[in-house]
C-alpha cells in the first residue's frame, strides 16, 4: 500500500488517466509538452470510420469513450467502452491509418489529446513507453475478444447488468448516465425488451430508473445478474497492466 500510495503521489500532477498515470517520469516527460487538456461533451465525434487518426484521445476522470460498428440497417452497436484505464484512436499504429468504427464520447468530461506523431515519436525514443501502449494494445484486444463472446452467448439481461457495472466502476458515481435508448443500443437490442430488463432490475431494488439516467441502489446484486465477462477483462488488465484498470472508482 505504502507502495501504490508513493506511485501515485509522484503522478496526482498528471491527466487523471491511469495509462498515463502508469508510464515513468522520464517517459511521460516525452509526451507532456504535447499534450492538450479538453472538456468533451456526451456524443461528441471523435472519429468517423475513414478518418484519419491523427491524435490519441485519454479518457480522463469520469469520461468515457465508445467504439460503435455501423451496421447494413443503418443502427450503430457499441463493441466495447475505455475510460480512464486507457486511450482511443492511434494506439499502436505508424502514422495516419483510416478509423474503422466511429468512436464518440460517452459520459462527457475530461479528456487529454496527444498527437499521433508525438506518441510515435516518442516510443521510437524510449522502448519502455512503447512496451506499455503494446500491452494497453493486448488488453484492449481481448477486451473486444471477449465482448464478441459475450454478444453470441449471453442474455440481454446479463449483458445490460455487465454495461451497467462496467460504467459504475470506471465512473464510481451509482448515478450512470445512461438512457433506454442509449443502452438498447449498447446492448444491440431493441427498447422495449431492455425496458423489461430494467423493470425487472427496478422491481428487485437493485436500480431506480430517472430521465435520462439510472441510479444504482445495489451494486453486489447488480454484478451478480451479470455475466463475468467484466471480470475476466479485468483480470487480464491486471496480468498485462497492473493497477491501470478502475475498481470502483479509484
Not at 484486444?141 to 465482448?147: D, G, T, V
Not at 441502489?217 to 451478480?224: E, G, P, V, W
Request: aromatic share 6%.
Amino acid at each position: 500500500m505504502a507502495a501504490r500510495q508513493g506511485e501515485m503521489a509522484g503522478t496526482i500532477d498528471r491527466p487523471f488517466n491511469n495509462l498515463l498515470r502508469r508510464l515513468s517520469a522520464s517517459d511521460f516527460a516525452l509526451i507532456e509538452p504535447h499534450l492538450a487538456h479538453e472538456e468533451a461533451a456526451a456524443s461528441e465525434l471523435l472519429y468517423n470510420p475513414g478518418d484519419d487518426v491523427e491524435i490519441v484521445h485519454f479518457p480522463c476522470g469520469p469520461s468515457l469513450a465508445t467504439y460503435l460498428v455501423s451496421n447494413e440497417d443503418g443502427r450503430d452497436v457499441e463493441t466495447i467502452l475505455v475510460g480512464r484505464e486507457g486511450a482511443v484512436g492511434g494506439i499502436v499504429s505508424q502514422g495516419f491509418l483510416p478509423a474503422y468504427t466511429r468512436i464518440m464520447v460517452k459520459f462527457a468530461g475530461p479528456f487529454a489529446r496527444l498527437p499521433v506523431a508525438k506518441l510515435g515519436a516518442a516510443k521510437a525514443k524510449s522502448a519502455t513507453l512503447s512496451n506499455i501502449f503494446a500491452r494497453y494494445a493486448d488488453c484492449m484486444l481481448a477486451q473486444i475478444f471477449q465482448s464478441t463472446a459475450c454478444n453470441a452467448i449471453h442474455s440481454i439481461e446479463q449483458r445490460a447488468a455487465k454495461w451497467i457495472v462496467a460504467a459504475l466502476e470506471r465512473t464510481g458515481d451509482p448515478v450512470v448516465p445512461l438512457t433506454h435508448e442509449q443502452l438498447a443500443m449498447m446492448l444491440g437490442a431493441g427498447r422495449s425488451h431492455t425496458t423489461r430488463v430494467l423493470q425487472t432490475f427496478r422491481a428487485m431494488g437493485i436500480l431506480e430508473t430517472r430521465r435520462g439516467s439510472l441510479l444504482v441502489q445495489d451494486h453486489n446484486a447488480l454484478k451478480a445478474r451479470a455475466c463475468l465477462c467484466n471480470e475476466a477483462v479485468k483480470s487480464h488488465f491486471e496480468e498485462v497492466l497492473r493497477g491501470v484498470y478502475p475498481n470502483g472508482g479509484m
